[in-house]
C-alpha cells in the first residue's frame, strides 16, 4: 500500500503544529514502527483493555496487515509526531451490495486529544471507503468510554434498527482461542 499526505488545518493548532494524514504503507520502518506503538498505547488505556499488546503481535502486526488486501490504516502526525490512528477493514454488505469499512480501532494519544483529531481521520477514511464504493463505515465503541461516543455522534455515527419493534443493533463476540 502506498503512502499518502494530506495537510489538515486544525483552528485549535498553533501555527507551528501542522496535521498530516497518512495512509499507511505497512512496509515503511518508521510507519509500521508508529502504528504499533499507537495501538500499544491504546491496548494499555482502560478503553482499549488495560494491557498492552503481546510481543509477538507488535513484531507480526505490520506485516500481517500488509498481506490483508481488505486492510487499511491512516495515521496522523502532529509536527511529525504520531498522533493517532485508525485501522480498518473493508467488509461486504449484503443488503446493499457494496463494500463496506469497518473502522477497527480508533487511536488518539492523550496529548493530542481535544484537537479533533479523531475528526479529521475519520474524514480521511470516509473519503477513502467513498473511493472504495462503500456504502457505510461501521464501528463499535464501548459504553463506557463516553468522550468517543460523542465525537462519533458529532461526525454522524448512531446505533441502527432495522425495526424499531427489534430493537437496535448489538455487537458481541465469542473469542476462539
Not at 55 to 72: C, G, I, N
Amino acid at each position: 500500500m502506498s503512502s499518502t499526505h494530506a495537510q489538515v488545518g486544525n483552528e485549535n493548532d498553533q501555527v507551528n503544529n501542522a496535521l498530516r494524514l497518512v495512509l499507511i504503507d505497512y512496509s515503511n520502518p518508521r510507519q509500521a514502527k508508529d502504528l504499533v506503538d499507537l495501538l500499544d498505547s491504546y491496548a494499555k488505556d482502560p478503553a482499549g483493555g488495560g494491557e498492552g499488546l503481546a510481543d509477538a503481535v507488535k513484531r507480526q502486526l505490520p506485516s500481517a496487515l500488509a498481506q490483508r488486501p481488505d486492510a487499511f490504516s491512516v495515521i496522523a502526525y502532529v509536527d511529525d509526531k504520531p498522533a493517532g490512528l485508525i485501522n480498518c477493514f473493508e467488509g461486504f454488505s449484503t443488503f446493499a451490495c457494496k463494500p463496506l469499512v469497518n473502522i477497527h480501532d480508533v487511536v488518539v494519544r492523550p496529548e493530542f486529544r481535544g484537537r479533533k483529531i479523531s475528526h479529521r481521520l475519520l474524514e480521511k477514511v470516509e473519503e477513502l471507503a467513498r473511493n472504495r464504493g462503500a456504502c457505510k463505515l461501521t464501528l463499535e465503541v464501548v459504553e463506557g468510554n463516553v468522550p468517543a461516543r460523542k465525537s462519533y455522534e458529532k461526525y454522524g455515527f448512531a446505533p441502527y434498527e432495522l425495526d424499531p419493534a427489534m430493537g437496535k443493533a448489538l455487537f458481541w463476540e465469542k473469542k476462539l482461542t
